[in-house]
């Protein structure tokens, strides 16, 4: 089945600082990439996701990138706030199933 | 509100004792799937449902078993647990398949002694 890797698996940034966080994959018909955040003791929660057909979209102060030729996705998180502190993890569809990866944990500190 | 709920949110078993954990959306969703999150190995699916009386499996079936008799309700049931299937479980929605918004559960810190 579809894999997908994510990096890094931590993340400290200083308040305001950009983070980016990585994911890479294999399968050349996955046609959708989800972003889910996840705080502390929650349940993951949907932040932005694209489609094969745009190579990048934003909202406010994140963004996702998607490479098809290199098979790889980006979160961008800019002007980093303390309340962005959590687990990310990126997802892909493919083969039929949605597949997520490892999770990051980001920490901002003030 | 539209949610998806889930229940208990923990719960303490011992090796071989049956146990369900319900899971239950209001929104008329389609497609409703269990997942268990490990550390370090982000979100696992166990098993989907693409609409009622239609089941699947995930990636990490073994020993989990799931019924879809109901639109709205998706329980997880454990036949006879055992400590590695000690988790946190989180149950999911969405309108019509896993290439759209997934709604999740509060989840469920199972602890199979």
């Known amino acids: 089945g579809e894999n997908v890797e994510q990096h890094p698996s931590t993340l400290s940034v200083q308040e305001g600082d950009s983070a980016v966080i990585k994911c890479t994959y294999s399968?050349?018909?996955?046609?959708?990439f989800p972003w889910y955040k996840q705080e502390l003791g929650k349940r993951p929660q949907l932040i932005i996701d694209?489609?094969?057909?745009?190579g990048e979209k934003k909202d406010q102060r994140i963004a996702v990138t998607l490479n098809k030729t290199a098979k790889h996705f980006s979160l961008h998180i800019t002007e980093t706030q303390p309340e962005d502190s959590a687990v990310y993890f990126c997802?892909?569809?493919?083969?039929?199933?949605?597949?997520f990866g490892t999770g990051t944990r980001l920490l901002v500190s003030p | 509100e539209a949610q998806v709920t889930q229940n208990p949110r923990y719960l303490i078993t011992v090796t071989g004792k049956k146990l369900t954990v319900t899971c239950s959306q209001n929104?008329?969703?389609?497609?409703m799937s269990w997942y268990r999150q490990d550390p370090g190995l982000g979100l696992r699916q166990i098993y989907y449902?693409?609409?009622?009386?239609?089941?699947d499996k995930g990636d990490v079936p073994e020993g989990y078993k799931v019924s879809r008799k109901e639109k709205r309700n998706f329980p997880l049931i454990l036949e006879s647990p055992s400590p590695n299937q000690t988790s946190l479980y989180f149950c999911?929605?969405?309108?019509?398949?896993?290439?759209?918004?997934?709604?999740f559960g509060s989840g469920t810190q199972l602890s199979v002694l």
């Open positions: 999911a929605s969405s309108d019509r398949g896993p290439n759209e918004k997934l709604f």
């Open positions: 399968d050349s018909a996955s046609n959708y």
């Open positions: 694209i489609r094969s057909n745009v």
């Open positions: 997802a892909l569809f493919g083969f039929q199933k949605l597949v």
């Open positions: 929104m008329n969703h389609e497609y």
């Open positions: 449902s693409m609409n009622v009386e239609v089941t």
